[in-house]
């Protein structure tokens, strides 16, 4: 059973660029979050998706960033024209079909992670 | 908002015991705590999760105070492969936010 899979493994784009993220959860599992990384910090969450909806995204900057979670293939974190400041590691993570509600027992698997550069 | 507080860092002698301690005086009553860890930049690997009980695991014991305000995370017996950052982790009531913190950067000397 193949583990969490992000691509690509690194990215450069220069500033005012696109940059496209994606993240294959594992199978089976229909929740994915994604978190960024700056050196030497935590993990801060962005976004949490399940199939087609947008359940949380108040971690998500209010410009340039949007994710989404289609029917059919990977999550996709975009960053539009890409400033210095998005360089940082992006992690996604994914978990099963949570139970009713909020307060319940949530592991989730991480993927390797993006390591986005910015020149 | 929820908040976890670790210290920075630790080092702990290869086969001894790791004691990882985290404050989460804001945990709301039905939130589980998480710990995670982080070895070199890979993504983080789960260890262990409670709510009020102390769990245990092949990995690893969480001890959870009854007031639910801190926890600390065992490694029984620390091995060179442990070294990494350790991530205690909770949940934004009401939401699906995970707060991860700064962590604690675990050495594990020979």
Not at chain 2, 7 to 18: I, L, N, T, V
Not at chain 2, 32 to 59: A, C, D, F
């Amino acid at each position: 059973n193949a583990g969490v899979m992000q691509n690509p493994r690194h990215l450069v784009r220069r500033r005012g660029q696109e940059a496209r993220l994606r993240c294959s959860p594992m199978k089976g599992h229909s929740h994915v979050y994604w978190y960024r990384q700056l050196p030497e910090e935590g993990l801060k969450f962005m976004v949490y998706l399940q199939k087609e909806n947008i359940i949380d995204e108040s971690g998500m900057p209010k410009e340039r960033f949007s994710a989404e979670f289609p029917k059919e293939g990977p999550s996709i974190l975009r960053i539009q024209q890409v400033v210095r400041g998005d360089s940082a590691a992006y992690f996604c993570a994914s978990s099963p079909q949570a139970g009713p509600g909020l307060a319940t027992y949530n592991e989730q698997f991480f993927g390797p992670g993006t390591r986005l550069t910015v020149l | 908002d929820a908040k976890t507080t670790q210290p920075p860092s630790m080092d702990c002698a290869e086969g001894r015991a790791a004691n990882l301690p985290c404050n989460h005086s804001t945990i709301s009553g039905n939130e589980y705590v998480y710990w995670y860890r982080q070895i070199h930049s890979q993504g983080p690997q789960y260890i262990i999760h409670g709510l009020k009980n102390n769990e245990t695991n092949e990995m690893a014991s969480l001890i959870i105070t009854e007031d639910r305000k801190s926890s600390t995370l065992i490694l029984p017996h620390a091995t060179l492969r442990d070294t990494a950052v350790y991530y205690c982790i909770v949940r934004v009531s009401g939401t699906y936010k995970y707060i991860f913190g700064t962590g604690t950067r675990l050495k594990v000397l020979a």
